[in-house]
């Protein structure tokens, strides 16, 4: 029951007010993975920045079967090097791939340019369904909660550098 096991891998790209940059994001998470990718949309309103509740700015895509190994190739795009600051106190880390390019198996598309992204890394431990399900949710026990060295050290065993 202590074994840590990758529940899912979000990749989230950002792309502000502009239309066209976002459906390039949408063409490249859709070329990334076989599931379809989906719209963030804006739930604030600030001015500043021309942003008003409904307003599609990113796209974002979550794996959650083979997540193991599709957080594998993205890992081998950061060269496999983590910083500790990256991990937060849940077990969690996540991190940024500034081109596409740097992955195994994408080639670079002239009609997508240069983009980068945003990858959230979610561990769990076996029992964990017990705080998601619908009757009598409950709570995780202090002990089997994955800490930040827990994590540290799994992602260790999958062969990254953490410096």
């Given at each position: 029951?202590?074994?840590?096991?990758?529940?899912?891998?979000?990749?989230?790209?950002?792309?502000?007010?502009?239309?066209?940059?976002?459906?390039?994001?949408?063409?490249?998470?859709?070329?990334?993975?076989?599931?379809?990718?989906?719209?963030?949309?804006?739930?604030?309103?600030?001015?500043?920045?021309?942003?008003?509740?409904?307003?599609?700015?990113g796209a974002?895509?979550?794996?959650?079967?083979?997540?193991?190994?599709?957080?594998?190739?993205?890992?081998?795009?950061?060269?496999?090097?983590?910083?500790?600051?990256?991990f937060d106190?849940?077990?969690?880390?996540?991190?940024?791939?500034?081109?596409y390019i740097?992955?195994?198996?994408?080639?670079?598309?002239?009609?997508?340019?240069?983009?980068?992204?945003?990858?959230?890394?979610?561990?769990?431990?076996?029992?964990?369904?017990?705080?998601?399900?619908?009757?009598?949710?409950?709570?995780?026990?202090?002990?089997?909660?994955?800490?930040?060295?827990?994590?540290?050290?799994?992602?260790?065993?999958?062969?990254?550098?953490?410096?």
């Amino acid at each position: 029951m202590k074994e840590i096991n990758v529940a899912k891998v979000t990749v989230n790209m950002g792309a502000g007010k502009n239309e066209e940059l976002l459906q390039r994001g949408l063409k490249l998470l859709q070329n990334m993975t076989p599931l379809q990718p989906v719209k963030t949309y804006t739930k604030k309103r600030i001015p500043g920045w021309g942003l008003r509740p409904g307003l599609a700015i990113g796209a974002k895509v979550t794996v959650r079967d083979k997540a193991r190994a599709f957080l594998l190739r993205l890992l081998e795009a950061k060269g496999k090097v983590i910083s500790p600051d990256n991990f937060d106190g849940q077990g969690n880390f996540s991190f940024g791939i500034p081109e596409y390019i740097d992955i195994p198996g994408l080639e670079y598309d002239p009609e997508l340019k240069i983009m980068g992204m945003e990858v959230a890394v979610t561990l769990e431990r076996p029992g964990y369904r017990v705080k998601r399900r619908k009757i009598r949710p409950g709570k995780i026990g202090k002990h089997h909660q994955i800490t930040k060295d827990e994590a540290i050290h799994f992602v260790q065993d999958l062969g990254v550098t953490v410096q």
